[in-house]
Each structure stands twice: as structure tokens, then as C-alpha cells.
T-cell receptor
């Protein structure tokens, strides 16, 4: 149980294009989903927290117009990197938490984004 | 300001011996701590957790110790196995913030056969 999937697992795109990454909770309803970014040899950096049906809460320094997050249902959240640039190349990981079960997040397998 | 720190970026241990990974935190409001294991190009997987009302939690080869007065926790792996080689992240949360986790910088563990 508590499986989180991400799609795609790897994407290469040209500079200036937009890329959408999906995060799904497969066997549970996730009231809250989190999006992280990991640079090489660095820790996970929380980008934003999204609750189903409401606007995402972005961490300081994260551009909300560049990283669009939509949490339309209890099993799906999407992260769209708009007008991607090479510096957006990174490993993006989502996680989901179950309503009523505090303090635990279930992580997706991550998406490697490379912007040429 | 890093609220959760893992001061050792890497650790090398011989197979069969004990691996001890350390984590320090500064925010006294943290009341729940977790350890995650991560392989390259994969998401973290949950290992073990501990509530601030406890000082020890054990699960098989993994034991987490919490010293609240020192704001320090450690993960012990005994015996260490080559498959344990990965990056280990400690994370902390505070009840008032729901499920939001603050991660340390990670420690790369290498278990040599």
C-alpha cells in the first residue's frame, strides 16, 4: 500500500518549452502532496505544498509563476515547469501524505528533467 | 539557516560492522523524526521514525536513538550489508505544521564487502 507514482520518469526538452510532471497516489487518497527538487549531491529542497482543491503554498524563493502546481483531485497533483531553462534541470520528487496520518510522507520515484 | 544537519557527508563501513549515522537539529519544536534511504535517481523510502516522547525505536537491523537535550538523533544499522549502501536523510517535523518535513543534507553510506 501507499504507492506514489510519477510520470514521466525522465524528460528532455528544449529551452523555452513547458514540461508537466504528474504525481499520483495509487492506492490511497492524498489530501496533501509535496514537491521537492534535488540538485546533484544535495538534499531535498521543498518547493511547495499542495492541498486538494486549494492553491499551493510555495516556499520562499520558489517562483510560483514558473512552477505551476495543480492538485485537482485526491490522487493527482501536477507540476508544470513553464518556459524551462537549463538551470531548471534537476531531479523532481513528489510525495503524498494520507489524511489523518500525520508526520509521514510517501515518495514517488522522481522525475529527471534535462533542459537543453 | 539549516534546522536539520547531517555533518558527515559520507561514511564508509565494513560489511558486518555497525553503521552509525548522525543528525542534529536546532528547532526545539520538532517532535517527530524520520530516516529515509535513497538510491540515485529514485525517491526516498521510509526506514524508521521516532516520536519525541521516546528515546529509542528499533526495527530489525535499524535502531534510531533520540537525545532531546542534545537535539541529536542517530541511526544505527547492525550488521551493515552492502545493500545498505545509499544516501540516508534524516527529517524532522513539528505537529503544528502537519506533515511538512525538514530534511538534513544526507549522508552517503558505503558498505564494503
Amino acid at each position: 500500500g501507499a504507492v506514489v507514482s510519477q510520470h514521466p520518469s525522465r524528460v528532455i526538452c528544449k529551452s523555452g518549452t513547458s514540461v508537466k510532471i504528474e504525481c499520483r497516489s495509487l492506492d490511497f487518497q492524498a489530501t496533501t502532496m509535496f514537491w521537492y527538487r534535488q540538485f546533484p549531491k544535495q538534499s531535498l529542497m521543498l518547493m511547495a505544498t499542495s492541498n486538494e482543491g486549494s492553491k499551493a503554498t510555495y516556499e520562499q524563493g520558489v517562483e510560483k509563476d514558473k512552477f505551476l502546481i495543480n492538485h485537482a483531485s485526491l490522487t493527482l497533483s501536477t507540476l508544470t515547469v513553464t518556459s524551462a531553462h537549463p538551470e531548471d534541470s534537476s531531479f523532481y520528487i513528489c510525495s503524498a501524505s494520507i489524511a489523518g496520518q500525520l508526520n509521514e510522507q510517501f515518495f514517488g520515484p522522481g522525475t529527471r528533467l534535462t533542459v537543453l | 539557516d539549516q534546522q536539520v544537519k547531517q555533518n558527515s557527508p559520507s561514511l564508509s563501513v565494513q560489511e558486518g560492522r555497525i553503521s552509525i549515522l548522525n543528525c542534529d537539529y536546532t528547532n526545539s519544536m520538532f517532535d517527530y523524526f524520520l530516516w529515509y534511504k535513497k538510491y540515485p535517481a529514485e525517491g526516498p523510502t521510509f526506514l524508521i521514525s521516532i516520536s519525541s516522547i521516546k528515546d529509542k525505536n528499533e526495527d530489525g537491523r535499524f535502531t534510531v536513538f533520540l537525545n532531546k537535550s542534545a537535539k541529536h538523533l542517530s541511526l544505527h544499522i547492525v550488521p551493515s550489508q552492502p545493500g545498505d549502501s545509499a544516501v540516508y536523510f534524516c527529517a524532522a517535523s513539528k505537529g503544528s505544521a502537519g506533515n511538512m518535513l525538514t530534511f538534513g543534507g544526507g549522508t552517503r553510506l558505503m558498505v564494503k564487502p
